[in-house]
């Protein structure tokens, strides 16, 4: 089945650091890919997203790169700022056909940037 | 912006009890998902819901049902409240259609199981 690999946190940078966080996944078929945060006491909310291959999702100074050949998503930001501190889901949907917008969730990673 | 709202933030309940989680969502959507956050195993799907109705079996059902009367209101029943069920629970939904449709999430149900 479809499945969602992520690196385990936490992830402790100093704040004006460059982000990565990597994501690799098995599907069939031509998924999407997603990135969500989830902030402290609250319920994950979408980051960015990519539906086909070479697609690159931004938003707020995040990126990622749908890599097909590598099955690969990887998350970057160029400088990342202590209110980005969350955890950090890699997601995919509805690789075949009959299971779309049902997601996959990778185990999720915490990013911790101090000051 | 689309509004979930999970009824509880923070529930606790013993051993046998039956436990009801009611989630609403206020932008007409077809689908509604029902997961649980576990530490180092991420979200898994216990229930969804592709209409009023309907419901399918996700990842981890079992001790698990649910109920959608309604478009905007989706429940998730613990018939029989288990020490193991204590957890983080999760209502989504989206939009019927394409792959991409994002999912919405509430701010989450603290659930201990005593």
């Known amino acids: 089945g479809d499945s969602v690999t992520q690196m385990e946190g936490p992830v402790t940078l100093s704040e004006e650091a460059f982000l990565t966080i990597n994501c690799t996944y098995t ?59 969350a955890v950090y889901f890699c997601a995919l949907s509805g690789g075949r056909t009959g299971t779309a917008s049902k997601l996959t969730f990778g185990t999720g990673t915490r990013l911790q940037v101090t000051l | 912006d689309v509004k979930v709202t999970q009824s509880s933030r923070y529930l606790v309940k013993r051993t046998g009890e039956k436990v009801f989680l009611e989630c609403v969502q206020d932008m007409d959507h077809e ?22 109705k309907m419901k399918e079996k996700g990842d981890i059902p079992e001790g698990y049902s649910v109920s959608r009367e309604k478009k905007e209101r989706f429940s998730l029943i613990l018939e029989s409240a ?13 939009a019927r259609g ?9 701010n ?7």
Not at chain 1, 31 to 38: A, G
């Open chain 2, 98 to 106: 394409a792959r991409s449709s994002p999912l919405h999430f509430g």
């Open chain 2, 108 to 114: 989450g149900t603290r659930l201990t199981v005593t």
């Open chain 2, 82 to 94: 288990s020490t193991n069920q204590t957890s983080m629970y999760l209502c989504a939904s989206s």
């Open chain 2, 31 to 52: 689908n509604m998902f029902w997961y649980r956050q576990d530490p180092g195993l991420g979200l898994r799907l216990i229930y969804f819901s592709y209409d009023v």
């Open chain 1, 27 to 85: 599907a069939t078929g031509y998924p999407s890919l997603f990135w969500y945060v989830q902030y402290p006491g609250e319920g994950l909310q979408l980051l960015l997203k990519a539906t086909k291959a070479d697609d690159k999702g931004s938003n707020k100074g995040f990126e990622a790169t749908y890599r097909k050949e590598t099955t690969s998503f990887h998350l970057e930001k160029g400088s990342v700022q202590v209110s980005d501190s």
